[in-house]
């Protein structure tokens, strides 16, 4: 990572053996983050796009998802006939891939019990269907149960009452409807991600969601903007649950062509995404928040220091629960490594002869 950017410092500078030392560099005296990207980037557009294609989930996977879904609520409405099932997470958002995982939440009314009390009996009845591996994780933010459908290998997370999850899914599923380079950009992004290791949150990398969060708030940044604040606009949808009011414009078919006067090329767009976040954002004082469509100050957020284990190194605001930050799982190693890796993808778009092979090169740990 580059500390002569624009923001960075935090980072720490170059290292001997870093994960991007393969890779050419930019030698000149330009400052890393005022070089333009190559001239010939729109001719690698058509082999991003085909990859983009191949990561759509198939029409036969989105029906093994559904049958999973529905052996599902057959279990859970045999104990709890009145509990609402909504599908959250990237198979509801639209910017799920074929290895995505399928995320579940019960709403249900619980009386006096504790949700842990809840997934422990509903682990039981799973157990008892025959779904596989199932296992209550009790532990973590959102308690859920993961198991496995026999049926077609998925996997499968269910959590309780936990509503946030869905209304932050439809933001997401609304903002997709915007601009079909959102998704394109996503995609990329994620299937980027895990193939060079970089989907972790238990190793301190970010999750899927965060990487969302990451491109939609880089489109409402680019000039012409491609994507608008749908928080910053007067509200037609409103959900109150936890006492958070999630609220933002979902007429998404008024603004069709919202991001039109821009012109920018998938691949141009991929590799401004890693430029800006190799080189452009200043990880020492800004939070990335697409609730205000710009970046806000460590400070305003009071997300200056550490405070038990968030530690606010990349500061990703969660875009209703505002105090949440979903890079809180950073740490000084970690963010070492993603900037590593930006750094690498950047300079892969820029100068490697088949960029659309070598940016998605498996990272491996053993060499
Ligand atoms: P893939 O399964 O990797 O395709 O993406 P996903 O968007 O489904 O991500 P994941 O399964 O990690 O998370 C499921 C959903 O949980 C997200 O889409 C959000 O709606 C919600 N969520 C809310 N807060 C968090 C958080 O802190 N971390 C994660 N991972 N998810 C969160
Ligand atoms: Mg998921």
């Not at 998802?65 to 509801?92: I, T």
């Not at 198991?147 to 509503?163: E, Q, V, W």
Request: proline fraction near 4%; aromatic fraction near 8%; include cysteine.
């Amino acid at each position: 990572m580059d500390g002569s950017g624009s923001g960075g410092g935090e980072l720490p500078s170059e290292q001997l053996t870093s994960r991007s030392d393969q890779v050419p560099r930019f030698r000149g005296r330009m400052r890393r983050s005022e070089v333009e990207c190559r001239q010939d980037i729109d001719s690698f557009a058509p082999g991003l796009l085909a990859l983009f294609e191949s990561l759509k989930p198939s029409e036969e996977h989105k029906s093994r998802q559904k049958q999973l879904v529905d052996s599902l609520a057959k279990s859970v409405g045999k104990e709890w006939p009145s509990a609402r099932m909504h599908l959250y997470g990237s198979c509801a958002n639209s910017f799920g891939t074929t290895h995505s995982d399928v995320d579940v939440c019960l709403e249900m009314e619980i009386g006096t019990e504790s949700t842990v009390d809840v997934l422990l009996k509903l682990s039981d009845v799973l157990r008892a269907d025959n779904f596989d591996n199932v296992e209550a994780i009790t532990g973590a933010r959102v308690p859920i149960v993961r198991m496995t459908d026999p049926a077609s290998g998925f996997s499968c997370d269910i959590c309780i009452n936990n509503l946030l999850a869905v209304a932050n899914t439809k933001l997401l599923k609304d903002y997709a409807q915007l601009d079909q380079r959102l998704l394109q950009l996503a995609f990329l992004v994620k299937h980027w991600a895990k193939q060079r290791r970089v989907n972790e949150t238990y190793r301190g990398t970010l999750s899927s969601y965060a990487y969302v969060l990451m491109c939609i708030n880089f489109l409402q940044l680019r000039e012409p903007k491609i994507l608008p604040c749908l928080q910053a606009m007067e509200p037609t949808y409103t959900l109150t649950t936890d006492g958070t009011e999630c609220a933002y414009f979902d007429k998404v078919d008024q603004l069709q062509d919202f991001g039109a006067e821009n012109k920018d090329s998938i691949a141009e767009l991929l590799w401004g995404f890693f430029q800006y976040w190799a080189y452009r954002h200043d990880y020492r004082h800004d939070v990335i928040s697409i609730r205000m469509g710009k970046t806000l100050s460590k400070q305003e957020k009071n997300w200056t220091t550490r405070v038990g284990n968030d530690r606010h190194l990349v500061c990703i605001e969660d875009p209703f629960e505002t105090g949440h930050d979903l890079g809180r799982v950073v740490d000084r190693q970690t963010i070492r490594i993603l900037g590593e890796e930006f750094e690498r993808a950047a300079a892969v778009l820029q100068y490697d002869d088949d960029p659309c092979v070598t940016l998605f090169e498996p990272y491996d740990y053993e060499n």
